[in-house]
């Protein structure tokens, strides 16, 4: 079982809809979660960490479920500027603190 | 956010020789880096940890002898690609853990490298 794994889609919604994201991550000892975005033939640039209490950043909203071990993205009223690949990362945390990225979700949002 | 700028962005070069890439925090000091190489298509790949003043730490399958990487100060990692081939081309990238009170430990990275072998 890979260590971090997401749906690699492509998701492709029409402007103005909701969709949302899932990542599992396998090992339960991990400490911290980040959602980043991944432009094509670009760098990855942070969206948002996740907290446990869940959080929001205007049409964003993440949240962690640490019994089930995933974390979600929801994006409500899709831009189109909103296409990209979102890369769900996990930090195991420790002294080595390793970080693994997802293969990432490529969304799609069509006019 | 914090910076972080990688140099060149784009190089090309023919096979055999080597490449060295530069990845630098710009207002933060990071003790550890990481190496990523993307690529078209697919997911990023961790590399190597790259540890200020030690050895880097490489994943499984990555060579060492081939990937040298150089961890000097506390903001500057290279990666140098030696005997490159065209296998070697991609999109390599570099990140940086920065400390921030709003938001704890942030991964930032550089704008990446595109390596071609010709």
């Known amino acids: 079982r890979k260590e971090v794994e997401q749906d690699p889609g492509p998701f492709n919604v029409p402007e103005g809809a909701t969709v949302a994201f899932n990542c599992t991550y396998s090992n339960s000892a991990s400490q911290s979660f980040f959602w980043y975005r991944q432009d094509c033939r670009k760098e990855p640039k942070l969206l948002m960490s996740?907290?446990?209490s869940g959080n929001e950043d205007g049409r964003f909203t993440a949240q962690l479920n640490r019994a089930s071990q995933y974390i979600s993205l929801l994006i409500r009223d899709s831009k189109l500027s909103d296409s990209a690949t979102y890369l769900c990362v996990v930090n195991r945390g420790g002294g080595y603190q390793k970080v693994t990225f997802g293969t990432g979700t490529k969304l799609q949002v069509i006019p | 956010g914090a910076v972080v700028s990688q140099h060149p962005s784009r190089v090309i070069c023919k096979s055999g020789t080597s490449v060295k890439i530069e990845c630098r925090s710009l207002d933060f000091q990071a003790t550890t880096m990481f190496w990523y190489r993307q690529f078209p298509k697919q997911s990023l790949m961790l590399m190597a940890t790259s540890n200020e003043g030690s050895k880097a730490t490489y994943e499984q399958g990555v060579e060492k002898d081939k990937f040298l990487i150089n961890h000097a100060s506390l903001t500057l990692s290279t990666l140098t690609v030696t005997s490159a081939h065209p296998e070697d081309s991609s999109f390599y990238i570099c990140?940086?853990?920065?400390?921030?009170?709003?938001?704890?430990?942030?991964?930032?990275f550089g704008e990446g490298s595109w390596l071609t072998v010709v």
């Open positions: 990140s940086a853990r920065a400390f921030q009170l709003s938001s704890g430990n942030t991964i930032y």
């Open positions: 996740v907290y446990s």
